[in-house]
């Protein structure tokens, strides 16, 4: 009998090879396929997927249609290799996506953040230089978590200045410019690395066995770091806790980004297709919307637009 495991692993390889980001979705999927093989069924059924959320444990709605979604998609898939495969209804749980108000984090706290980070220890100490070197790569280049955990070697260029990634949540590939100190951090971080490991190519970021660092890796280190310094609270178990997140440190570079256009009496407009193509994201309505998510933003732009609109009345009064 083929596992529905098995079955995934086909799933996620084909997907992949599309360029689609499937690094949270695969830990989602994984943990249902393990429980549909613990219970000894081999093809996805709605009954299957409500047992599952039973047995899972507390979580939200949303949560929850977020999670059918990934089991749904998954599904469509399998149905055509496996005819007893039944998608489990899209109105099964009622639930609304939404997007939570970004955290934006002040310079001494990012500061504190990778300054504590370098002090994790580790039986080589990489883990400290890898975790500092990370976390504050992503918050001056906006970097999403898993396109800085892809990256390898060749892809940052330390002569020029540039950083390449080669498959982003999107599937596309694009070029990051890096300044000059971003450039001399990147450089030190890959020298110790070398001393440390002797790895020349292929992963950046690596951990102390030399293997990539892994998502759950980052961000743990990251929830450890935060409760430390008081950003989450502490937790039992080594759990993760609720507060700020790492991806909260690309909404801060965006933020930062569109406030300082404002202050400098540039176009946000024509601004804006450029930070959208530095992030990557495919519709500049998804850089939009961290005008509206950011009160301070959304302040500013009602200010412009408000003096934009009186210097248009007056030049149409005057003309009169």
Not at 97 to 116: F, H, K, M
Not at 208 to 227: I, K, P
Request: glycine residues 8%; contains cysteine; proline residues 2%.
């Amino acid at each position: 009998m083929i596992t529905l495991t098995q079955r995934l692993d086909d799933y996620l390889a084909v997907r992949r090879s599309l360029g689609f980001d499937l690094s949270f979705s695969a830990r989602v999927l994984r943990g249902f396929t393990a429980f549909a093989d613990r219970e000894g069924v081999s093809h996805i059924t709605t009954e299957l997927f409500l047992h599952w959320k039973a047995s899972f444990g507390k979580a939200n709605n949303n949560t929850w249609s977020a999670r059918l979604g990934m089991v749904r998609a998954f599904a469509g898939w399998l149905q055509g290799q496996d005819a007893r495969t039944e998608i489990p209804p899209a109105g099964l749980i009622a639930g609304k996506q939404r997007r939570g108000r970004p955290y934006i984090y002040s310079d001494s706290e990012i500061a504190t953040i990778v300054t504590r980070a370098a002090k994790l220890k580790s039986r080589y100490d990489l883990r400290g230089w890898t975790c500092s070197t990370l976390f504050g790569l992503i918050a001056v280049t906006g970097l999403r978590i898993n396109e800085a955990l892809r990256l390898d070697d060749d892809d940052i260029d330390l002569d020029v200045g540039v950083i390449t990634v080669k498959r982003s949540k999107n599937g596309r590939a694009r070029f990051v410019p890096i300044a000059a100190s971003t450039v001399e951090r990147l450089r030190a971080y890959r020298i110790e690395r070398i001393r440390l490991l002797g790895a020349t190519a292929g992963a950046f970021f690596r951990n102390d066995e030399g293997r990539r660092l892994g998502d759950c890796s980052a961000r743990y280190n990251f929830a450890m770091v935060s409760q430390e310094i008081g950003l989450r609270k502490a937790q039992r178990f080594c759990k993760h806790g609720r507060g700020p997140r790492i991806h909260d440190l690309r909404h801060t570079f965006a933020v930062r980004t569109i406030m300082s256009w404002y202050r400098k009496g540039l176009d946000p407009d024509r601004e804006m297709v450029k930070l959208s193509t530095y992030l990557g994201h495919v519709k500049p309505e998804h850089t939009y919307w961290y005008i509206e998510a950011t009160p301070e933003l959304l302040q500013l732009a009602s200010e412009r637009a408000e003096r934009s609109f009186t210097s248009h009345a007056s030049k149409k009064g005057g003309a009169r």
